[in-house]
T-cell receptor
Framework: EAGVAQSPRYKIIEKRQSVAFWCNPISGHATLYWYQQILGQGPKLLIQFQNNGVVDDSQLPKDRFSAERLKGVDSTLKIQPAKLEDSAVYLC?????????FGPGTRLLVL | GNSVTQMEGPVTLSEEAFLTINCTYTATGYPSLFWYVQYPGEGLQLLLKATKADDKGSNKGFEATYRKETTSFHLEKGSVQVSDSAVYFCALQEYGNKLVFGAGTILRVKS
């Protein structure tokens, strides 16, 4: 069974630029999560989807971050404009019966 | 709010040594508890979990017991290998399946 796929794996941008990350969850998993993992810290939830609806986006900085899951499968997370403090690994996960499975992450560096 | 506290690292051990990584939590109710492992450059992999008090999760020689009395879920392994070198994250699952992670503990095993 294929795992959670993410792309790109690495991205370097300058501050004030925009960037987008893509995630394809495990087939059949209805719930999808985006986490931000800053160096030296544990992952922090940004947004949770159930099918194509948002369940929890209370920790998403909505002035610059947006996410969508239009057809209830793939998801895109966007940052516009990026700030230096957005440098982190962005992890996507999908869940089945309460257990979350993580993708390899996208490492973002904002210069 | 709910939180997870892990022992600070890095933890440096010789091969075949005994491993303990402490994890305590603060939560309302009785959340499910997880240990995830992150190898260099990779995403998080589920190592083991426990869903109720006194449950013992185990996998690949690692084990952890859900202790309600001490609100703890310490990770143990009897004999570590160089290949166990990674970052270990303890996490609890809140209502709605959101995961709250500790800061992670770096484990380095020397041959």
């Amino acid at each position: 069974e294929a795992g959670v796929a993410q792309s790109p794996r690495y991205k370097i941008i300058e501050k004030r630029q925009s960037v987008a990350f893509w995630c394809n969850p495990i087939s059949g998993h209805a719930t999808l999560y985006w986490y931000q993992q800053i160096l030296g810290q544990g992952p922090k939830l940004l947004i949770q989807f159930q099918n194509n609806g948002v369940v929890d986006d209370s920790q998403l900085p909505k002035d610059r971050f947006s996410a969508e899951r239009l057809k209830g499968v793939d998801s895109t997370l966007k940052i516009q404009p990026a700030k230096l403090e957005d440098s982190a690994v962005y992890l996507c996960a999908s869940s089945f019966r309460g257990t979350q499975y993580f993708g390899p992450g996208t490492r973002l560096l904002v210069l | 709010g709910n939180s997870v506290t892990q022992m600070e690292g890095p933890v440096t051990l010789s091969e075949e040594a005994f491993l303990t990584i402490n994890c305590t939590y603060t939560a309302t109710g009785y959340p499910s508890l997880f240990w995830y492992v992150q190898y260099p450059g990779e995403g998080l992999q589920l190592l083991l979990k426990a869903t109720k008090a006194d449950d013992k999760g185990s996998n690949k020689g690692f084990e952890a017991t859900y202790r309600k009395e001490t609100t703890s879920f310490h990770l143990e392994k009897g004999s570590v290998q160089v290949s166990d070198s990674a970052v270990y994250f303890c996490a609890l699952q809140e209502y709605g399946n959101k995961l709250v992670f500790g800061a992670g503990t770096i484990l380095r095993v020397k041959s």
